[in-house]
């Protein structure tokens, strides 16, 4: 039932799957799914699932995404930092970039703190960037200080649970939230990306750019692979640009389960195929 968003268990899988978004026009960023690993060995083994990726994306307009739990946070900030740099300096490399995903509350700050010390190394400049999620209170300050180091930003909504006092409870407060942030995104000169497949979000961010005559090129929105596959398509056809997230692997459960919880509708939809097949 995953496969209705997992590209699959193989890096042959996501690079079908990315050679085939290409040919449609569609750029993609790879996400090798996986988090909170329990040893240095699992992270360092998840990091060469990146470092093989960032070999094999070459000659496509792909770049990676990573958690940083996946990459050993919870063992120690010292051997993630020193895995994830090891990855980055691999994308400035190979002339690609290195998307780091934000997870739960727990980690927020330090997520922040990571990318900007990746970032402050002037040769890892533009090729490491970070997501800001629009049900965090918190989000408008955080989008300031990542803005003046020029930070690269990936705007989403939020897929964790978090408690009212941390984030927006409902979605007309978030939906609001994320207009005023993609506002500063759009604003910045910077190349963002603006992931969502709420079409009254990407309505805004139209309306937005073109009242204030800003390039359709100069930033892209974002989806998640197999979700409004139309309206992907579609937006390529007006001349925007649109990058689709392929997660493959085998620890794809948790990811399931966020897009499940994301739209009930979801379990409905797979129970029906399920019980078809
Ligand atoms: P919303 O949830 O309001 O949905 C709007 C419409 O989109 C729905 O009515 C439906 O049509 C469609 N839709 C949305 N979710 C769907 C689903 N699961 N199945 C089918 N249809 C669906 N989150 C995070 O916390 N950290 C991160 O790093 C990322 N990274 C990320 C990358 C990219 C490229 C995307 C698109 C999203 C993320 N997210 C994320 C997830 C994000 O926070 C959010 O949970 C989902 O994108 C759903 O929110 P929407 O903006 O689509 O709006």
Not at 106 to 126: I, S
Not at 245 to 273: C, D, I, K, S, T
Request: aromatic content about 10%; hydrophobic content about 40%.
């Amino acid at each position: 039932m995953s496969s209705r968003f997992v590209a699959g268990f193989r890096i042959e899988d996501a690079l079908t799957v990315a050679q085939t978004l290409d040919k449609q026009g569609l750029f993609s960023t790879l996400d090798s799914l996986g988090e909170n690993v329990s040893s240095p060995d699992q992270a360092r083994r998840a990091a060469q699932v990146y470092h093989r990726l960032l070999d094999a994306i070459a000659g496509l307009n792909s770049n990676v995404s990573l958690k940083l739990t996946q990459m050993g946070m919870d063992l120690g900030e010292g051997l993630a930092f020193d895995i994830v740099s090891g990855l980055v300096r691999h994308a400035v490399e190979a002339g690609t970039f290195v998307r780091v995903d934000m997870e739960g509350s727990p980690y927020t700050q330090a997520t922040l703190d990571m990318v900007r010390r990746l970032h402050a190394l002037p040769e890892n400049r533009g090729h490491v960037g970070i997501v800001i999620q629009a049900y965090l209170r918190r989000s408008q300050k955080d989008i300031a200080t990542l803005l003046a180091d020029g930070i690269r930003i990936r705007l989403c909504k939020g897929a964790y649970k978090e408690p009212p006092e941390i984030a927006f409870p409902g979605k007309s407060e978030v939906d609001q939230n994320f207009v005023a942030l993609m506002k500063m995104l759009l604003k910045s000169g910077i190349y963002h990306g603006i992931a969502t497949h709420d079409e009254a979000m990407i309505r805004a961010t139209k309306d937005f750019a073109a009242a204030e005559r800003i390039d359709r090129g100069s930033f892209e929105f974002q989806m998640l692979y197999g979700i409004r596959r139309d309206l992907q398509r579609k937006l390529v056809q007006d001349g925007y640009k649109v990058r689709v997230y392929v997660p493959f692997g085998e620890q794809w459960y948790p990811y399931f389960m966020r897009r499940l919880a994301e739209r009930p509708a979801n379990v409905l939809f797979l129970a029906r195929n399920f019980f078809r097949k």
